[in-house]
């Protein structure tokens, strides 16, 4: 225990922790946005003020523990841990203790409205299914729990570079900055709306038998029980009870035909829907690759309700690096500018994802993120590279956040959440 080092006007000490103890204050400092050494600052402040030591704490094992005080605090906290017949440790363990129990963890905030995210684009291929599970996943993780978390400066270089007609094939070769942050702790509804049931075999749940009960039977106004009862919960120890899958059937390749002898079809989706959307914070869609009916239905799930602010439900493109994603992107917003204008009501774009990226693809890479960066409206809110991490994690039958959750598919995710959250 010494204070032989200074950081600014403050000073170096030295003790220890046990390690439980340890990690809740990096998780609590962490909800609360501030830095550690402020929080054992207040804990000891708080603790030499009290008329006695409070409650003995569990030490054996306690870790080397090292911050920085401000001068002369620690001597006074060496004083009075003296003067209460307490070693130091045990001390410093109350003070953090009594900080914790100070400073409880703060509850998740809520969104008033159910938030819809339509994860679209009708080429096949760009990677829709694991945006749509990797932000499901991201934003359901334990906010009692730090994860690594990146703003590339890949995608930070590329932004720029759309004012400066700078070069950004030299941006993904730049580190990525990394942060420990707690996760989002949102109650996550993932719905596949795709009848070759990717995501539901992605996250190795089964797809819904033919002669049962369907999404496609409640849309089309025939459904044969509830369908609260088809949704299945997905790695709950990851994910505690937070992340949850209506898994997809085979049927909905009728879909269309189906729909076309519904009244208000556009609606079909949010009233087959909505007796679940209590039960979550975010819904989240993975659409198939169509422009049919069911597209419209999609769409119109994720338009601006009212009382509802913009930018919270709305359409999540996304795309690859290659001129055929340019193509697709024109015919997806043309349909929903369509919509939008027949039906009068506003659909909000979240956003682009630049999915399956590698700058090592050259010319035909580097230009077409270029190219998505340039519309900046909808922004570029994500960039995914093509790494092998999120392939592993199909072929296990995983969500990719609990099979790599340090890779930096899973970090990219992670920072996507934030964008669209």
């Keep these: 225990m010494s204070s032989p080092a200074t950081s600014g006007d403050r000073d170096k000490v030295v003790s220890k922790l046990p390690g439980q103890l340890r990690q809740d204050l990096k998780v609590r400092a962490a ?17 030499c003020a009290l008329a006695s030591a409070t409650e003995p704490v569990d030490t054996a094992g306690a870790d080397s523990f090292s911050t920085f005080l401000p001068p002369g605090q620690w001597e006074t906290f060496r004083k009075v841990s003296a003067d209460r017949s307490v070693s130091l440790i045990q001390g410093l363990a109350q003070s953090v203790k009594l900080w914790l129990d100070s400073n409880p963890a ?12 339509i994860v679209c684009n009708q080429k096949g291929g760009v990677g829709k299914t694991a945006i749509t599970a990797g932000a499901g996943e991201a934003l359901a993780e334990s906010p009692n729990t730090l994860h690594a978390v990146r703003v590339s400066k890949a995608l930070a270089k590329a932004l720029r570079a759309s004012d400066d007609h700078g070069d950004t094939e030299e941006a993904e070769d730049e580190p990525l900055e990394i942060e420990n942050l707690p996760g989002l702790g949102m109650r996550v509804l993932l719905v596949d709306f795709d009848p070759q049931c990717h995501l539901t075999n992605q996250l190795g749940a089964a797809p819904l038998p033919m002669n049962g009960d369907s999404l496609t039977n409640h849309m089309a106004g025939d459904p044969k029980g509830d369908l609260r009862d ?10 505690g009870d937070r992340l949850h899958l209506l898994p997809a059937c085979n049927d909905a390749f009728l879909l269309d035909v189906r729909l076309s002898a519904v009244r208000a079809r556009e609606a079909a989706l949010e009233r087959a829907l909505a007796p679940l959307e209590a039960d979550y914070d975010v819904i989240i869609v993975d659409c198939p ?6 597209m419209d239905a999609a769409a119109y799930y994720g338009r601006r309700r009212d009382g509802e602010k913009p930018g919270q439900s709305g359409a999540l493109i996304v795309v690859q690096a290659e001129d055929s994603s340019a193509d697709a992107y024109e015919l997806l917003t043309t349909q929903i500018d369509d919509l939008r204008e027949d039906l009068q009501i506003d659909i909000d774009y979240l956003g682009i994802v630049v999915n399956l990226y590698d700058s090592r693809r050259g010319y035909i890479a580097t230009s077409s993120l270029q190219g998505w960066v340039d519309i900046k409206d909808p922004r570029v809110v994500g960039l995914i590279g093509d790494l092998k991490e999120q392939k592993e994690a199909v072929r296990m039958k995983q969500p990719l956040l609990s099979y790599a959750p340090k890779s930096q598919q899973a970090i990219g995710m992670r920072a996507l959440a934030r964008e669209i959250s």
């Design 106 to 117: 703060p509850d998740v905030e809520r969104p008033t409205v159910t938030r819809r995210v």
């Design 230 to 239: 088809l949704v299945v919960p997905i790695d709950e120890e990851t994910f």
């Design 289 to 294: 690759p169509s422009l049919g009916l069911s």
């Design 31 to 47: 909800q609360h946005g501030i830095e550690i050494q402020a929080a054992v600052e207040q804990g000891i402040r708080d603790w």
